[in-house]
């Protein structure tokens, strides 16, 4: 009798922080892949005590702990894509920088850096490791619009400013290949929010940078804990399972419509609620 041979399913590695509310980090990243239907592994960079109301507390692991994590885990599973939210510390992003550098897949970072009531969610006086180990290896970065005015130190109050820092960024890096800019946080007074796709072209990054974007009604809502992470998970799953950058963006923004909408109306915690992800089955 012969043996039947198959080939592993691609899974993601979400290395992120832990909310125990469950309704963002490495919580919220689990639900999405789930709910797509993809596989993931959840490496814990950060311990966060916090409730829809906001962060009280929060405990980076040591850095060897979470190095050893996520190496146990690549030394085992077909990881295609690793997604990278809450990093804690400065020594965590160092030692995770060489096991980036040589991972052969999607790196989508997801640049938290301060919970949405303004706890640190990365302690260093200055950006420098989060430039050269994390965004220098990732080839997907997904800031907010107050994400990116840290990253770049540039204030930016109109959607045309942020749209230009975010291509002096994608243009820095030669690694990064896409930024998808959300737009959330930018001319709120609007009843549409766009979100924008920039990526580089040509097989090898090196042509000119596209600029796609996403127009979509402004959705009164508290409940929106959670919503960055969510996303770029969201954007992570879509990629491997379409192969293409653009059309896991156009997904996600659909995916990201519907769950905001249908989690309108609930009352879970007395803050910020979360996002019902299983809303998206029920779909
Ligand atoms: N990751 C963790 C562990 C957090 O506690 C938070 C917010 O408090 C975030 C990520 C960012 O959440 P959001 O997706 O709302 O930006």
Not at 30 to 52: D, E, H, M, P, R
Not at 66 to 86: F, R, S
Request: glycine share 10%; proline share 4%; charged share 15%.
């Amino acid at each position: 009798m012969s043996r039947q041979t198959t080939s592993p399913p691609p899974v993601v590695l979400s290395i992120a922080g832990s909310d125990p509310s469950g309704g963002a980090g490495i919580q919220a990243d689990i639900k999405t892949f789930t709910v797509i239907g993809i596989y993931s592994g959840a490496v814990i960079t950060s311990l966060t005590c916090q409730n829809t109301t906001g962060v009280s507390s929060t405990l980076s692991l040591p850095a060897s702990f979470v190095k050893q994590q996520v190496e146990d885990v690549l030394a085992d599973l077909y990881v295609t894509h690793i997604k990278i939210g809450m990093i804690g510390d400065e020594s965590i992003a160092e030692s995770l920088g060489p096991i980036l550098a040589g991972f052969q897949g999607e790196i989508v970072y997801d640049p938290v850096l301060r919970s949405s009531s303004g706890t640190p969610l990365y302690s260093a006086d200055n950006m420098e490791l989060i430039t050269n180990q994390l965004i220098g290896n990732s080839t997907v970065l997904t800031p907010n619009s107050e994400e990116l005015k840290i990253l770049t130190g540039q204030d930016y109050s109109t959607t045309d400013a942020a749209l230009i820092g975010a291509q002096k960024l994608l243009s820095s890096h030669k690694s990064l290949r896409a930024i998808c800019l959300k737009g959330g946080h930018i001319e709120t007074d609007k009843e549409t929010v766009t979100d924008f796709f920039l990526e580089k072209k040509g097989p090898d990054g090196k042509g000119k940078i596209s600029i796609h974007q996403a127009i979509h009604p402004r959705i009164q809502t508290k409940n929106t804990h959670g919503t960055g992470c969510t996303f770029a998970s969201a954007f992570t799953a879509f990629h491997l399972l379409t192969g293409n950058r653009k059309t896991a963006f156009d997904k996600t923004v659909h995916f990201m419509d519907l769950l905001i909408s249908k989690s309108r109306s609930h009352s879970i915690g007395r803050g910020k609620g979360p996002l019902l992800h299983h809303a998206w089955l029920e779909s």
